[in-house]
């Protein structure tokens, strides 16, 4: 993988952002592989497709390309909140990539998917609408907030600027496909933060009584839930089912 972008595509463009979508989109058109797949030629949509960038000719995946200079940052600018929630409860939304570059040496410093089944209406933050001065008044647009997405929803196919190897990104991958199992936006947001407080533990082996010092901050979360130390273990449960994690004795837990 070259993580140089080539530069000589944005010779006839003026505009710093014209130049940066041409050079990016193109290193992505030749570099990257589906992950889903590994089918070695993701294909570009044709400018302005309304709901991706790239697409799998293979296996069908829609993918967007979201790029930023220097760092990524805890959130991502996106569009139209509305479309947005749109995609999210008709499940169309589109696999995310994400590239950080360094715009001194136009070289890729970071670069990672999230799979589209890690978007939950918690993740999109309603932005405040344009002012009445504004040429597009009135318009709200969203911020996809990176933090509340577990980190094994990051799938990093470049990380500061080290290549992984294709055999792990695609078993990442498959990892948490069990997700898109679940059609219920409200369900999935119950496992996705389950997810997140084992990575606060910062251990691949836990106990129950660990889990259980998240129940005030689950409560706040889901206050109509009156049992939360029940939902936990059901989540559990379901996490160790679907062979995300296993029990390794009573109370006690493992990342696989």
């Not at 805890?74 to 479309?83: F, S």
């Not at 939950?120 to 997405?149: P, Y």
């Not at 910062?202 to 049992?227: D, I, Q, W």
Request: charged share 30%.
């Amino acid at each position: 993988m070259n993580l140089s972008f080539n530069t000589k595509l944005a010779d006839n463009y003026i505009s710093q952002s014209q130049k940066i979508r041409v050079l990016t989109e193109d290193w992505v058109d030749n570099q990257i592989f589906c992950p889903n797949c590994g089918y070695l030629d993701i294909d570009k949509y044709e400018n302005n497709k309304p709901v991706a960038d790239f697409f799998c000719s293979n296996c069908k995946e829609d993918y967007e390309l979201k790029s930023k200079k220097e760092t990524i940052g805890n959130k991502l600018v996106d569009g139209a909140y509305k479309t947005m929630i749109e995609r999210l409860q008709s499940n169309n939304a589109p696999n995310f990539f994400m590239l950080n570059y360094d715009l001194k040496s136009f070289t890729v410093l970071n670069f990672f998917v999230i799979p589209k089944h890690f978007f939950v209406l918690d993740i999109i933050e309603k932005r405040k609408a344009l002012s009445q001065t504004a040429r597009r008044a009135g318009w709200i647009g969203c911020n996809i907030l990176l933090q509340s997405i577990p980190q094994t929803g990051k799938i990093f196919f470049v990380k500061n600027r080290q290549i992984e190897p294709k055999e792990k990104i695609l078993i990442e991958w498959q990892k948490t496909l069990f997700l898109r199992e679940e059609k219920k936006i409200g369900v999935k947001g119950w496992l996705l933060d389950i997810m997140n407080c084992i990575e606060k533990l910062r251990n691949k082996e836990f106990t129950l009584s660990e889990m259980y010092a998240f129940e005030n901050l689950l409560s706040k979360k889901h206050p109509e839930n009156k049992h939360i130390k029940d939902k936990i273990r059901q989540q559990l449960q379901i996490l160790r089912d679907k062979n995300y994690l296993e029990f390794i004795n009573i109370g006690e837990y493992k990342l696989k």
